[in-house]
């Protein structure tokens, strides 16, 4: 249950209050991961006509990482498991005291300043650090021949 819950029913709230307790059952029976969404932090700069991105993704797996990527943004999305609420789910004696880790699904959409080479990235991760690098995608002339 809420520890800082307002006395809704006083306020005429008895139908929030109502939510608030459906959300914590369900948050109790079936596990944190299922209803917290994040957004993991990135840098992105320019070195040399390329485009770096550095994002921060501590505690999760490569294998649980999608990146899609178009030439002027980069989608990433993925989820950040965590072993003590796998053990909750499956009905193991685990008490929660303080939950301030994000866990569950992430997504972010990350927009280029330029556009870029997609098929030549690189990725890394590395200690939770994911870093990707794109070239620039480089405008050049069309020769037109006259007939």
């Not at 994040?38 to 990146?67: A, C, F, H, R």
């Not at 989608?75 to 009905?91: L, N, Q, V």
């Amino acid at each position: 249950m809420r520890q800082n819950k307002m006395d809704t029913d006083k306020m005429g709230f008895s139908e929030i209050r109502v939510i608030y307790e459906k959300e914590d059952a369900i948050t109790e029976e079936y596990g944190l991961e299922t209803f917290i969404n994040w957004q993991p932090l990135y840098d992105l700069y320019i070195i040399d006509e390329t485009i770096s991105i550095i994002i921060e993704l501590p505690g999760v797996e490569m294998k649980d990482i999608t990146i899609y990527v178009g030439q002027n943004h980069m989608t990433i999305s993925g989820i950040k498991r965590s072993a003590m609420i796998e053990k909750r789910r499956e009905k193991q004696n685990v008490v929660f005291h303080n939950l301030e880790i994000a866990y569950g699904r992430f997504f972010r959409t990350i927009e280029f300043p330029l556009p870029v080479e997609p098929k030549y990235g690189s990725y890394r991760l590395k200690q939770g650090v994911l870093t990707i690098k794109f070239p620039v995608l480089k405008e050049y002339i069309i020769p037109i021949e006259e007939e």
